[in-house]
């Protein structure tokens, strides 16, 4: 990131606020609704991957604590049991992915991640989200899931599919964050082992953006647990399709 120029630099600040916002507000999203945006400032995942994660992992991690100090509501905000199960599915698959990213081109990567999110979209804009009714088609969901998540930390949507349909809505974003907590230490110690770049310096300025963006989208989920939020979802999967599409018509064109 040493040799962008200082827009890029600003649009990636501004990013990063919007990836606070999101993953606060919504419990998911930090990089779903974030890399193709990054992604069209720098055409490359594994810049971006390392601070989206170290960042997931400190904001879930003051989330989690947060909500269950001095609250003993039932066993708190976590489902244990059903992230148990979770795990149980989704490591291995999640670690075949995190080899696949640090192994695959960068420009590969891009395409696969820009079609994910396409798909993604047009979820959102039709109001379709995905769906599961059965236990082997949450276990298709959740492979999956675990493998995308694995790649590009974007698997939340799949994931999300089988979840909310098992948890208590009180209950669902703090299991969510639990669960990206492990996946996501399993991916950065990944990056470590491989040697990838985790852009230690440029933490010193993105986790403020990223805070920013953290307690706004906090305020904002008290109004998500009473709110219908199918018009947010569909201008939101509008803006991801055409940036997906710019995305991968600049990567076809190269």
């Not at 001095?70 to 989704?90: A, E, F, S």
Request: hydrophobic residues 55%; charged residues 10%.
């Amino acid at each position: 990131m040493q040799e962008l120029f200082w827009y890029q630099y600003a649009l990636i600040g501004l990013i990063f606020v919007w990836s606070g916002f999101v993953r606060s507000g919504l419990g998911f999203g930090g990089a779903v609704l974030s890399l193709p945006f990054l992604l069209l400032v720098h055409n490359d995942a594994l810049v971006f991957l390392p601070l989206i994660a170290a960042h997931l992992l400190v904001f879930a991690s003051i989330t989690v604590i947060q909500n269950n100090r001095g609250k003993p509501q039932q066993g708190g905000t976590v489902d244990w049991h059903y992230l148990r199960y979770l795990l149980l599915i989704m490591i291995i698959p999640k670690m075949v992915g995190v080899f696949g990213l640090v192994t695959l081109p960068s420009a590969l990567m891009s395409g696969v991640i820009f079609s994910v999110v396409a798909v993604y979209s047009l979820s959102y804009i039709f109001n379709r989200p995905f769906q599961s009714k059965s236990r082997v088609v949450d276990t298709v969901f959740l492979l999956l899931g675990g493998y995308i998540s694995g790649t590009s930390l974007i698997g939340a949507p799949l994931i999300i599919a089988v979840a909310a349909q098992h948890v208590a809505k009180e209950k669902l974003r703090d299991t969510l964050f639990v669960l990206w907590l492990v996946l996501v230490a399993i991916k950065m110690a990944a990056f470590v082992y491989f040697d990838v770049d985790l852009q230690l310096i440029h933490h010193l300025w993105l986790l403020p953006c990223a805070l920013i963006g953290h307690v706004i989208g906090l305020r904002f989920h008290e109004h998500m647990l009473q709110a219908d939020t199918a018009v947010f979802m569909r201008v939101l999967g509008s803006a991801l399709l055409l940036i997906s599409l710019v995305g991968l018509t600049r990567a076809v064109l190269g």
